[in-house]
């Protein structure tokens, strides 16, 4: 699986939009783009997937590049619980292992 | 609906003692995981299984012992505990290996 980078922290204002951006410059074409986020002390949580196209939720928004070698996740509207370690991963198309390969994440510390 | 749960929540072991981490989830997912998160080292997969009687070894087996006797439970077995399997402990479900992970709020294992 391709590696991500991503910013280890960034600060947002409650309310405001939150662009959390994510660089995997070596994506190949059968790999997803995933975005976790992981709440102090809870398991990681699903917040949205795309391979090409944007991509929105009820959670979030996700913009990939043309080129697909880097995406940010946006949330519209930051509250203080959104305040979380989100992790961008890189998953392969129809590998058998379902393994999700977790890097350090980005700390996103949202203030009122 | 409780998604994915484990149990206990926190345990402390003797080095050498040997317990069982539970996992049980209620969404009729065939594919089930366990990872162990350490501080600065990310979500490491330890064992999954794609359906009942099914499992195969993730990035870290060693020390640890799973089996998959129906779709809705995947224990995890510390045979003879050490002080490197201190650790948070996750469980993680999805329909199938390449859909999105459904975590559990962790088992936190500290062994003396």
């Known amino acids: ?112 | 609906n409780a998604g994915v749960t484990q149990t206990p929540k926190f345990q402390v072991l003797k080095t050498g003692q040997s317990m069982t981490l539970q996992c049980a989830q209620d969404m009729n997912h065939e594919y089930m995981s366990w990872y162990r998160q350490d501080p600065g080292m990310g979500l490491r997969l330890i064992h999954y299984s794609v359906g009942a009687g099914i499992t195969d070894q993730g990035e870290v087996p060693n020390g640890y012992n799973v089996s998959r006797s129906t779709t809705e439970d995947f224990p995890l077995r510390l045979l003879s505990a050490a002080p490197s399997q201190t650790s948070v402990y996750f469980c993680a479900s999805s329909r199938d290996p390449n859909s999105p992970l459904h975590f559990g709020n962790g088992t936190r294992l500290t062994v003396t």
């Open chain 1, 1 to 112: 699986d391709a590696k991500t980078t991503q910013p280890t922290s960034m600060d947002c204002a409650e309310g405001r939009a939150a662009n959390l951006p994510c660089n995997h410059s070596t994506i190949s074409g059968n790999e997803y783009v995933y975005w976790y986020r992981q709440i102090h002390s809870q398991g990681p949580q699903y917040i949205i997937h795309g391979l090409k196209n944007n991509e929105t939720n009820e959670m979030a928004s996700l913009i990939i590049t043309e080129d697909r070698k880097s995406s940010t996740l946006i949330l519209p509207h930051a509250t203080l619980r959104d305040t979380a370690v989100y992790y961008c991963i890189v998953r392969r198309i129809g590998g058998s292992q379902g393994n999700l390969i977790f890097g350090k994440g980005t700390k996103l510390s949202v203030k009122p």
